[in-house]
């Protein structure tokens, strides 16, 4: 009787906790100390009704950590400006997709049929993405969409009221992959996840770094969701013989392999790149000190010398208590977006096809993204940096840019048809002995010496 | 007040069938006035509610007459989903030819799968059914260029017929109540009282002579044709499927609208996956910690009501569970008894 008190208490004490919640559904405000001066203040218009912006993201499951930066960026930005565009107020309803799809996407149909929501963000995880996307076609509702994008959806297309606002992972890895081949580095190694985005994030760095001339001497694949021993990883490594080391496992596996690299002392004997899904503010914590030095390709930078990311780092970071990551910092370009986006509107949402239309007219010059546009074939490109992760002084890991790239789209220098017409990437296909001649690129001043 | 309690509720179990046919009646009444009165979203969500509850039946048919627990069941639900949309995506077939390779897929999957059980009991029984339930999940999440791997399988079309969210639901509702009847009459059949013999004591009726592991071979095959029925009419509706429903994530959530609802019961899963699927849009929006919302209504209902939803109600009811009355007897009536 007294052990079913006790756990009564204690699940009593759970649930208080679980309910613990704000007028925001249950996500953290940010706090109010020091916030950095709201913009002016908008005139409401009083006959407005408000924009209601629904915001799917995993806020439990695997995808929740990403999810609750990506809310908070975006609660930031909307504090900051007073929940007001155009002199419209702005209203924001939550979902939780769990990380799962039946789940995503009925949490869509009750944010559209319940809540009535003007304009979809998020969401995170690709295969929640995909039905919810389809979901929004059906009900007429805009949706942005801010993660790489995988190829599988260039390829088989996207509804016409789903607006992604970054390049592919496969663009981002291929950037690397160039610059690898032209400074310096000739004989890489390559490990990465045994899974959709690690055959793209490995399959962009090693097409283009073998095009632009560059050997790949050993190609491992470790298990999605982490090895239970990376022992076997590092033995492979110790017989080859490589002046780079590519690291595409993303996020939980890549912290796995880079303690693995570290225990057995290849982490500092060796130049390490990556890419945006393996290096991010979050797991730099963890890889601690030997990381410094490591390079990766992103959009965004925390470190960037640029005023636009340095006010949103240190609202972030005052508001938060840690630095964002790329998840937060598209968020908050997202909402950037999408305020410049309604009052370009005159303040509205009319429909999704104006909204999406207008989206494609917006170009930012500077952002956390950098310069953005959209191209005439309706990919958005925006700024790439080569980033070198550094202290920051004070002991705390962040990345830095060493280069800036400009985006390409999602074939890069390809020409996107010859690039279609080659297999999707994969652990069989990574690229390599492709392309064959200078008509596979777009641009001949790209085409590598040795296929002219 | 006690004697008069006791009394209507012995009243109430002696009508305790009629009670319960009146309850399914009701229920129909209430899936068949949705298309009619609900909005868009209770459309949804009843349809929604049919398909969770076909699936938790059929793992409960398990649970409920051998005491068996699979945690591989979203694998048998994920073949008959991804048959329909292999076919349709990559061999161009109709929704209804679609509907026939993924049932003759889940069914090989239940078959291959139940020759691994057929001998195993208690917990071996459950690691191998979660290890059945990731092999599966492995090869459909690798698998890319057949599955879509991460990307999962977009725009598997319904049957032109039934296209209309109201439609689809009609078929919905006509197909699972159609599985119900059959789990019934399975239920009742003799079959389905070897069953619960075998899950009582499988060495006595060892003993008398029925093959356990046949039965339990069996057992799992139907179980899994009905989940595999759970998984074409699933992909149908959400027009899409993906690893993440295959997982043992999914496999575990089935298991507990079977359990929360009372898997002992025959209704039991039909309550859990709705109680559960009804209170998820509107307790989800007011915390972010659905899932421990979700875990202490579990550590509630196996700590003080062992039997579910469903049988906590008729302990209110009746005063017993099992929908058997509790009578209770006085002193005198007991020594009516002695006394002979």
Same mark, same amino acid.
């Given at each position: 009787m007294l052990r079913r008190s006790v756990i009564a208490l204690a699940a009593a004490t759970l649930v208080v906790a679980a309910c613990g @919640? $704000? %007028? !925001? %559904? @249950?996500v953290e405000e940010p706090q109010a100390a020091d916030q950095p001066e709201a913009e002016e203040q908008e005139e409401a218009d009083p006959d407005a009704e408000p924009i209601r912006i629904g915001v799917l993201m995993p806020? !439990?499951?695997?995808?929740a950590a990403a999810g609750e930066e990506a809310v908070q960026a975006w609660e930031l930005y909307w504090e900051q400006h007073n929940y007001m565009s155009g002199g419209t107020p702005i209203e924001v309803v939550y979902g939780d997709t769990e990380s799962d799809a039946s789940a995503g996407t009925a949490e869509a149909r009750r944010l559209v049929e319940s809540e009535n929501i003007d304009l979809l963000i998020g969401p995170i995880v690709g295969s929640v993405a995909g039905p919810v996307s389809d979901l929004m076609s059906e009900m007429d509702v805009p949706q942005i969409y801010g993660v790489p994008t995988n190829d599988l959806w260039i390829r088989d297309g996207v509804p016409d009221t789903l607006f992604t606002i970054e390049a592919t992972t496969a663009e981002m890895a291929m950037h690397m992959g160039r610059w690898a081949a032209e400074n310096g580095h000739e004989r890489v190694a390559t490990v990465c996840s045994d899974y959709l985005t690690g055959w793209e994030t490995c399959g962009g760095f090693v097409n283009t770094f073998t095009t632009y001339g560059g050997e790949i001497v050993e190609q491992i694949w470790t298990p999605a969701g982490g090895a239970p021993d990376y022992a076997p990883v590092i033995s492979r490594l110790q017989a080859v013989e490589y002046d780079a080391l590519y690291m595409g496992t993303p996020v939980g596996d890549g912290v796995l392999l880079f303690s693995a690299l570290s225990e057995f002392g290849l982490a500092d004997q060796t130049q390490i790149l990556s890419h945006k899904v393996v290096i991010d503010p979050g797991t730099l914590g963890v890889y601690g000190p030997e990381a410094e030095g490591i390079l990766s390709s992103a959009p965004?930078?925390? @470190? /960037? %010398?640029?005023a636009a990311t340095q006010e949103f780092v240190a609202a972030f970071e005052e508001a938060y208590g840690r630095i964002p990551g790329t998840t937060g910092g598209a968020k908050y370009f997202i909402a950037h977006l999408v305020d410049t986006t309604i009052q370009e509107l005159g303040g509205t949402i009319p429909s999704a096809s104006e909204f999406i239309a207008k989206l494609h007219d917006i170009r930012i010059e500077d952002s956390v993204y950098g310069t953005w546009h959209v191209d005439e074939d309706g990919n958005a490109l925006h700024d790439h940096f080569l980033r070198e992760v550094v $202290? /920051?002084? $004070?002991g705390t890991l962040w990345d830095v840019v060493n280069e800036t790239w400009s985006g390409r789209g999602p074939s890069y220098v390809f020409d996107m048809d010859a690039y279609l017409a080659q297999p999707p990437y994969s652990q069989d296909y990574q690229g390599i002995g492709w392309p064959t001649s200078c008509d596979d690129f777009v641009d001949e001043a790209d085409c590598p010496a040795d296929l002219q | 007040m006690r004697t008069a309690v006791a009394k209507f509720r012995g009243r109430l179990a002696a009508h305790h069938t009629t009670l319960a046919r009146g309850m399914a009646v009701l229920a129909l009444l209430v899936a068949v006035s949705i298309p009619l009165i609900g909005t868009p979203f209770t459309l949804g969500l009843g349809n929604r509610i049919l398909i969770y509850s076909l699936w938790a039946m059929s793992l409960a048919l398990l649970l409920r007459n051998m005491h068996l627990l699979t945690l591989g069941h979203a694998a048998m639900l994920g073949a008959g989903a991804y048959g329909v949309a292999i076919a349709q995506h990559h061999w161009g077939m109709g929704f209804w030819g679609a509907a026939l390779v993924g049932l003759l897929f889940g069914m090989t999957l239940s078959v291959v799968f139940g020759l691994m059980i057929m001998r195993a009991t208690d917990i071996f029984f459950v690691m191998i059914t979660v290890a059945q339930g990731m092999i599966f999940w492995g090869v459909i999440q690798r698998w890319a260029s057949v599955? @879509?791997? $991460?990307n999962g399988m977009r725009n598997v079309a319904r049957p032109e017929q039934f296209s209309t969210p109201v439609a689809y639901y009609w078929f919905t509702l006509v197909a699972v109540t159609a599985c119900i009847v059959l789990l019934y009459r399975f239920d009742k059949s003799v079959v389905g009282l070897r069953l619960r013999g075998i899950g009582d004591s499988d060495e006595r009726m060892s003993v008398l002579g029925y093959s356990v592991a046949f039965y339990r071979f069996l057992a799992f095959n139907v179980a899994g044709f009905f989940a595999t029925i759970a998984g074409i009419l699933y992909v149908g509706y959400f027009n899409f499927i993906g690893p993440t429903t295959v997982h043992l994530r999914g496999s575990v959530e089935v298991a507990l609208f079977a359990i929360i609802g009372g898997a002992q019961s025959f209704a039991g899963p039909i309550v859990g996956a709705a109680t559960l699927l009804t209170l998820r849009p509107y307790v989800g929006p007011l915390t972010d910690r659905w899932p421990i919302v979700l875990g202490l209504l579990l550590i509630v209902v196996v700590l003080y009501a062992r039997t579910g939803l469903v049988g906590a109600a008729r302990r209110l009811v009746f005063g017993s569970s099992q929908g058997v009355p509790a009578v209770s007897v006085s002193g005198d009536q007991q020594e009516e008894v002695r006394q002979g």
């Open positions: @919640g $704000d %007028d !925001t %559904d @249950g806020l !439990t499951g695997f995808g965004y930078a925390e @470190g /960037r %010398d640029n $202290d /920051r002084g $004070d | 599955t @879509g791997g $991460d």
